[in-house]
C-alpha cells in the first residue's frame, strides 16, 4: 500500500504555489507510505544546450561546490551548482553521457537521481512530512509535481528504493501496487543493454518503459505492450516536461482518483487527499477505467 500524487496547474498564475496546493495531498498520502517518499518537480526548462542533473547523496555535509568545480576543471564544462541538504542541482552544458562517466570516474559516491531540461526531483527515507519540510516543498514553484509516498513491501527501505524512479530525460514514474514478474522483465532488459540500479520491482516497469520508448515509441503504444508483459498489480504515474499520465491495471486493484477543474489537474490514491483544494467541489471527479491511459499536457 502506497500513495501516488500528482498536480498540475493550468493557470500559469497559480504556479508559484504549486507547492503549497501539492503538500497537504502528499502529506495526507504519509498513511499509506510512512518509510520513504519523493518527489519530481517540473518547472520552466533552462535554456537550450543545458541540463539540469539532479544529485543525492546521505552525506548532509559533503561540498557540492567542490564537486562542482572538480567537473568544471576536469571536464571545462560550465557548471552552476544549487545545493538543498544532501540533494544538489547541477545546471551544465555537458553531455549526459559525458557526466555518467565522470561520476562514474571521479566520484561514485553522489547517486544521479535525474537529467533533463524542467526535472527536479528529491527522495529519501523516513516520513513524508519530515521529507517535505527537510526540502522545502511548500515552496515549489512549478508546473506539475509527480509524488509518492512508499510503504516497502518486497525491497530495502532507501533513498535509491524510493519513487519516483526516472528514465532517459525528464522522464519520471511512480507505482502503486506489486508486479510478480519483476526479474523476469529485468532478464529481458538486461539482454538488451538495459542498467538497472535497485532490486525494486518498480524499476522494472520504468526499465520497460523506457525501452520501449527508446525504440520509438509513445507512450500510448508502449503502454498497449506493457499490459501483455506487466504481470501483477498497478496504478502507475508518469511525468513528462509537458504532461501527466495515469494508467491502471486490467483488474484496476489498486486505488486512484481524478479532480478536474478549469485550474488544475489533482490525482492521488484517496479523494480525501484532494479535498482542501479550491474549488474542488465543482470538480469533475473520477475513477479511472482499467487499461485506459489519461493524459494531460501543460499549456503555455
Known sequence: ??????????????????GKLMLPIFVC???????????AVYGTPVKKGLRKFNLFTPDWEFDWKKLGKKLEKQTKAKVKVEAVGNHAIFTSDIEPAAMHAWLAECDPTPH???????IDIYKDEGHPAKIAERYGFKDLAGTHVVGHTRMATESAITPAHAHPFTAGEDFCLV???SLSNPYQLRRMLEKQGMHFETDNDTEAACRFIEWRLGRGEQLQTAMQTAFAELDGFYTL????????????????CKPAVVAETDDYVAISSEFRSLAHLPGVEDAEIFEPLPEELYSWSVDA
Open 112 to 118: 544521479l537521481l535525474s537529467t533533463g531540461r524542467s
Open 29 to 39: 498520502m504519509a498513511d499509506r507510505g510512512p518509510d520513504s517518499a519523493g518527489l
Open 237 to 252: 504515474l508518469f511525468g513528462t516536461a509537458t504532461s501527466l499520465s495515469l494508467v491502471r491495471d486490467a483488474f484496476a
Open 1 to 18: 500500500m502506497c500513495g501516488i500524487v500528482g498536480l498540475m496547474i493550468k493557470k500559469p498564475a497559480m504556479r508559484k504555489d504549486l
Open 175 to 177: 507505482h502503486n501496487g
